[in-house]
């Protein structure tokens, strides 16, 4: 199936389906829930269906390294709000490092196609 969405966006979609998965899984109490079970199911189907195309244009170390970096960072923030889980600054700077490693990678890495 070919798409006219810029890869970069189709990312973007997988990394937000991915975490509305994952924040789902949680509120799935071990898939005894059955709309949140599904919203598990559908979030990670249409994640790994976008980064399948997006893997048509991306390098897979690039897309994966964004992919799993931001989605760290935007499950912690989910789980901030949603769940109530605290993160101390040692985690913070943590997450801080994450993003600066996915930044390296596309911005100045041969690998991430910055130079």
Same mark, same amino acid.
């Given at each position: 199936?070919?798409?006219?969405?810029?890869?970069?966006?189709?990312?973007?979609?997988?990394?937000?389906?991915?975490?509305?998965?994952?924040?789902?899984?949680?509120?799935?109490?071990?898939?005894?829930?059955?709309?949140?079970?599904l919203v598990v199911a559908a979030g990670y189907g249409l994640?790994?269906?976008?980064l399948s195309l997006v893997l048509r244009h991306i390098p %897979?170390?690039?897309?994966?390294?964004?992919?799993?970096?931001?989605?760290? %960072?935007?499950?912690?923030?989910?789980?901030?709000?949603?769940?109530?889980?605290?993160?101390?600054? %040692?985690?913070?700077?943590?997450?801080?490092?994450?993003?600066?490693?996915?930044?390296?990678?596309?911005?100045?890495?041969?690998?991430?196609?910055?130079?």
């Amino acid at each position: 199936m070919k798409t006219s969405l810029h890869p970069w966006l189709l990312l973007a979609l997988a990394i937000v389906a991915e975490v509305v998965g994952t924040t789902a899984l949680k509120a799935s109490d071990g898939f005894t829930r059955a709309l949140p079970s599904l919203v598990v199911a559908a979030g990670y189907g249409l994640s790994f269906y976008c980064l399948s195309l997006v893997l048509r244009h991306i390098p %897979v170390g690039v897309a994966y390294a964004v992919w799993s970096g931001l989605g760290i %960072v935007l499950i912690t923030l989910a789980a901030w709000w949603l769940y109530d889980q605290r993160i101390d600054a %040692v985690g913070l700077f943590g997450m801080a490092l994450i993003i600066a490693g996915v930044l390296v990678l596309n911005l100045w890495s041969r690998a991430g196609g910055g130079h």
